[in-house]
Structures are given as structure tokens and as C-alpha cells.
């Protein structure tokens, strides 16, 4: 669309007002609403704000920052009511010179994108957001509306179907609003743990990706509140069951179309460019954790046993693996992919895709070798099984990843500058917070004991 036909499809569907978004540094979504008659003047010359009230945006003394639409991202928000209709468009931000400005996550993404479009590469992603859904009851609030302890909303398990289940009504809910946001739902069901669901979205080039995972997480909020429960990504929400990921489907093509990781004599079906993408993958992975799984949270939920990776190795077929192969169907040169199981929906998916793709582009700039697959499960590994394979190890916390990443050239480089002071001063604050709290199992195990 041009801004013409923009405008005329805004009148066309009786939008009142536009949200214009973007993400923070975190992945928070930050919006600034207007009325429609300012629509024009907003695409002509953009909307400014003060970017150092973001956070790791700006410094206050070059705070004019400018959101520009894209016009490719207008929808209208379908739950919003008639008389107050809300459509979106996400922006890129701008400095006041009119230069992209390296410091938000978008922008950051497409700038790797770029790099990667001349070599001739079109680098596609699947996010899979995993999630739960919980009880909002008065007789658990603490005060902020929130129950002390999370309270699962449908007591299902795996695959798990009922026509009469509440979940499955709400998941089919949110399948139909996110249709009306233009994304493509491939299929949705019951995840293991109690609560716990997730809704699978087509596979598409990294920037419609990130855009997707961010508008998913939002409406799967917006449809949830409506049935009065709430929805959370946090990756490890309650102890002894399995937490959310989002494992990461990828692959790139050539400009014609063709999967470029597919090699039909391969006994993976990989080809060399899709070995020495897993190669950097696994040589980054300790740093490349900071980012696709962030916060202090995520570090409980990869832990050994409940199907996330912790042992940095590949296989096919292998859940147990940081990067596995997924099995082919018919049409096996279309979905070779790789798939990266340790990121979670806590993760900023534009700075995630591009952490994940600077790893896997050192790879095949440096035509690194991958280790052999391991077929086997790691977790039945003792310790000199994993010695004399090589086979290294995630961080165990947050602050062993933000080591990691203040070690890693290639992912800081690709983050940039602003980008990666930011992230980590803002990680390294709540890895302090964390760090100093007394927690109730402290006051359980010593309080009398010690």
C-alpha cells in the first residue's frame, strides 16, 4: 500500500484511532495512540517522542527520536468495539536527521537482514510460543489483582480435547483474532503441562516473524482478559512441570525461492551451508542464550527433564539437543529447517533472529565444521560421556550468559553498540535484584537450621 490507499482503507473500515508501536530493548511493546485525522501528518512526517524515556533508546541529551509507519504492518485490532475501532501499524524509529536509528530492535534486524540479503540470502523463521493460561480469582489475589501462587485454568495435558473445555474455546478465540490480524494459524492444541498451550503461525522471512511473535503475544493477552484469566510467557511460571519455549524454526533460500539448506545426498538432507549454520550456532550458544532466553526466569525452565536443552549438541529427531532437524515430509526440500529449542517467549524477537543469524552466518563465513549428531538421549550422559564428546554446556544462570555475551564479538557486533550497553546494563540490574532477594526456600531450608 502507498499512504493513499492506506488512508482509504482506514476510512473504509471505520477506524477511529491508530496505535503506532514498537518494542523497547526487552521486547515491551511501547505505543502511542492517535486519532485518525492525525493519520496523514503522522505518514507525511512521522511522530516524534522522547527516546530517553525508553528504555536503551536514547540518552536525554539526544533524546528526538522519530516513529516512521509501515505501511505493510496496518491491521485493525479486532477486538476493539465498534464506535472506538483501533487498527495498529508498526513503526521503525527514526533519529531527528532521519537516519535509522541503531538502537531499536527492528531497526537492528533489518540491518541484519540486509547483510544477509547480499549474499543472496532470504533467512526465514517459525517461532513456536509456547504459553499459559491461568485463573484470575479473587480468593488468591495479592493485592495487584494477581493470584499469590499461578492457578492453572483447565487441568488438560498433552493433545489433550474436549468440545466442551473452556481452554480449547479461548484457544479457538484467539485463533480467529489472530486471522484478523493477517497471520496465517497452522494449528493450535494442549501442551504438556497443566494450563500450558500453544498456537503454531506460518513460517515467513525474519521480519514478518518478529512482527508476528510480537502481535501473537499481545492478542493471546487481549483475548485471554477477555474471558477474565490471564495469559503469561513467562518461561518457568510454576516448579516441577514443564516451562514455555519458543523454539525457533529456520532456514534460509535464495532469492528464486530455494531452500538453500537442503542437499538431497546428505543423510540429513542438509547441505553445507545448513552444517556450517549449526557449526556457528553451536560455537555462539552460550552468548546467543543472554538474548534468546533473558531473564533470570528463563535459566529455571533449562534445566535437565522437561524437554528443554541444556547440552549444546545437534541431532535429528533429538528433543533433548540445543539444534535439532525435524523430521521431512513429502515435501522434504521445502521444510528442511533447523530448529533452535533454546529461545523463550520472554526473548525480544527482532534481537533474538538477530543474534541467531550473526551465530549462524560465523559458521558459514568461517566454514566451521559441526561436531557429529548425538542421537542419543543427553541427559542419560555421565559426566566423562560428555567430556570425551566435547559437548558443552548452556549457562546455568543469567549472569554465566551475560558473561558469555560480554565475550562474544560476533553477537555484540551484530546487536550493535547502543543495543548491546543497554541490554546488558539492564540484565545485569536484574540479575542484581535477583541476587540479593531472601526467597521462601531460603526461609524453609534455613531459617531454623542454619
Known amino acids: 500500500m502507498n499512504k493513499n490507499d492506506l488512508i482509504k482503507r482506514v476510512n473504509e473500515d471505520g477506524v477511529q484511532f491508530i496505535s503506532l508501536q514498537f518494542t523497547d530493548i526487552l521486547g515491551t511493546i511501547k505505543s502511542v495512540t492517535i486519532p485518525v485525522d492525525r493519520l496523514p501528518s503522522a505518514l507525511a512526517d512521522g511522530i516524534w517522542f522522547d527516546g530517553s524515556s525508553i528504555e536503551g533508546f536514547a540518552r536525554i541529551y539526544e533524546s528526538d527520536r522519530v516513529l516512521v509507519p509501515d505501511l ?20 521503525d524509529v527514526y533519529g531527528p536527521h532521519g537516519e535509522p536509528s541503531l538502537s531499536a530492535p527492528r531497526v537492528v534486524l533489518k540491518r541484519m537482514l540486509a547483510r544477509a540479503a547480499e549474499r543472496g540470502y532470504v533467512c526465514n523463521f517459525g517461532p513456536e510460543l509456547e504459553f499459559f ?64 498451550h500453544e498456537i503454531d503461525f506460518r513460517y515467513a522471512d525474519g521480519l514478518t516473524s518478529a512482527d508476528n511473535a510480537v502481535t501473537f503475544k499481545y492478542t493471546v493477552r487481549a483475548v485471554a482478559a477477555s474471558h477474565g484469566i490471564y495469559a503469561s510467557f513467562m518461561p518457568k511460571p510454576i516448579f516441577g512441570i514443564n516451562g514455555s519455549g519458543m523454539h525457533v524454526h529456520q532456514s534460509i533460500s535464495d532469492e528464486a525461492g530455494r531452500n ?83 529461545p523463550d517467549p520472554s526473548t525480544n524477537p527482532y534481537l533474538a533472529f538477530t543474534a541467531m543469524l550473526a551465530a549462524g552466518l560465523d559458521g558459514v563465513e568461517r566454514d ?16 566423562c560421556d560428555l567430556k570425551d564428546r566435547a559437548i558443552g554446556t548452556l549457562p546455568g544462570t543469567l549472569a554465566e550468559a551475560l558473561d558469555a555475551l560480554d565475550g562474544d564479538e560476533v553477537i555484540k557486533e551484530a546487536l550493535g553498540p547502543a543495543v548491546t550497553e543497554a541490554f546488558m546494563r539492564a540484565k545485569q540490574v536484574e540479575w542484581d535484584e535477583y541476587r540479593i532477594q531472601v526467597t521462601n526456600w531460603e526461609l524453609a531450608r534455613y531459617l531454623e537450621t542454619a
Open 260 to 342: 538453500l539448506f537442503y542437499e538431497e545426498n546428505d543423510e540429513y538432507g542438509l547441505s553445507q551451508l545448513a552444517r556450517n549454520f549449526i557449526a556457528g550456532q553451536l560455537a555462539h550458544a552460550r552468548a546467543l542464550a543472554a538474548v534468546a532466553a533473558p531473564t533470570v526466569n528463563s535459566y529455571k525452565r533449562l534445566t535437565p527433564g522437561y524437554e528443554a536443552p541444556v547440552y549444546i549438541c545437534w541431532a535429528q529427531l533429538n528433543r533433548s539437543s540445543l539444534i535439532r532437524v525435524p523430521g521431512h515430509g513429502k515435501r522434504r526440500q521445502d521444510s528442511t529447517r533447523l530448529e533452535l529449542r533454546c
Open 72 to 91: 505493510d504492518t496496518y491491521r485493525v485490532l479486532p477486538w476493539s468495539a465498534p464506535g472506538r475501532r483501533r487498527a495498529r501499524l508498526i513503526c
Open 368 to 383: 566451521l565444521t559441526p561436531p557429529p549428531p548425538v542421537n542419543e538421549d543427553v541427559y542419560d550422559f555421565a559426566e
Open 133 to 196: 493460561l491461568f485463573k484470575r480469582r479473587d480468593e488468591y489475589a495479592n493485592g495487584n489483582g494477581l493470584p499469590t501462587r499461578p492457578v492453572p485454568h483447565d487441568v488438560g495435558s498433552y493433545f489433550d480435547f474436549s468440545p466442551r473445555d473452556e481452554a480449547q474455546q479461548v484457544r479457538s478465540e484467539i485463533i480467529l483474532a489472530l486471522q484478523g490480524m493477517g497471520m496465517e494459524v497452522e494449528m493450535s492444541h494442549h501442551e504438556v503441562a497443566t494450563g500450558q
